[in-house]
């Protein structure tokens, strides 16, 4: 399909495990969006990728949290030493650069249940 | 601190009727809003957008209206339909934040029944 895409879909892990979510947006989409949510809660900014810019990364709770982004495409966020209160959904989006417009539309993929044990 | 709030957890309509969707909002930088609409085991997806020069937006049932004095935004469905019935997110950005970084509320879910 033409969407986004997260890989896997459900991961339980035990606590202290180190975990790496995947995502693949769209085709031609310059930036990149980690969001997570909590139950019961609004989705929560993660970290936000803009082509080859620095990414902005004040979204990110804790250093056990980091992100990449390889060849401006795939990103992988991961978490060390998982915790607890790291279960959520994670949830990934992309967007296009697009000019003469202050925001872009925001693609969000499926996400990737995590369950911390 | 929550700064964009859907202080109703759920609502119940009848099809047909007018669905109305509640937020507010904290932080007075805030000068862009989205509404976003999400199935179970699915991503959210946009909806419909404010620019907060604008106090109405409106494509076809759905109409965002914005009060930027009470710092409290809507969504309209009306008629409301069975296939409506999924969790409605309210958004946020601002200039100062570069537009890229939304603010969610925690969600409304809305069940539309026969």
């Known amino acids: 399909g033409a969407g986004v895409s997260q890989s896997p879909s459900n991961k339980v892990t035990e606590k202290g495990k180190d975990v790496e979510l995947r995502c693949d947006p769209i085709?031609?989409?310059?930036?990149l969006y980690w969001y997570r949510q909590s139950l019961g809660q609004g989705l929560e900014f993660l970290i936000y990728f803009q082509g080859n810019s620095a990414p902005d990364k004040s979204g990110l709770p804790s250093d056990r949290f980091s992100a990449e982004r390889t060849g401006g495409s795939v990103s992988t966020l991961t978490i060390q030493r998982t915790q607890q209160e790291d279960s959520a959904v994670y949830l990934c989006?992309?967007?296009?650069?697009?000019?003469?417009?202050?925001?872009?539309?925001?693609?969000f993929g499926p996400g990737t249940r995590l369950t911390v044990l | 601190d929550q700064q964009v709030k859907q202080n109703s957890p759920s609502l119940s309509v009848q099809e047909g009727r007018i669905s109305i969707l509640n937020c507010d909002y904290t932080?007075?930088?805030?000068?862009?809003f989205l509404w976003y609409k999400k199935y179970p085991a699915e991503g959210p997806t946009f909806l419909i957008s404010i620019s907060s020069i604008k106090d109405k937006n409106e494509d076809g049932r759905f109409t965002v209206f914005l009060n930027k004095s009470a710092k409290h935004l809507s969504l309209h469905i009306v008629p409301s339909q069975p296939g409506d019935s999924a969790v409605y997110f309210c958004?946020?950005?601002?200039?100062?934040?570069?537009?890229?970084?939304?603010?969610f509320g925690a969600g409304t879910r809305l069940a539309v029944h026969p």
């Open positions: 958004a946020a950005s601002s200039r100062s934040g570069g537009y890229n970084k939304l603010i």
């Open positions: 085709s031609g989409h310059t930036a």
């Open positions: 989006a992309s967007s296009p650069r697009t000019s003469g417009r202050a925001v872009s539309e925001q693609f």
């Open positions: 932080n007075s930088m805030f000068d862009y």
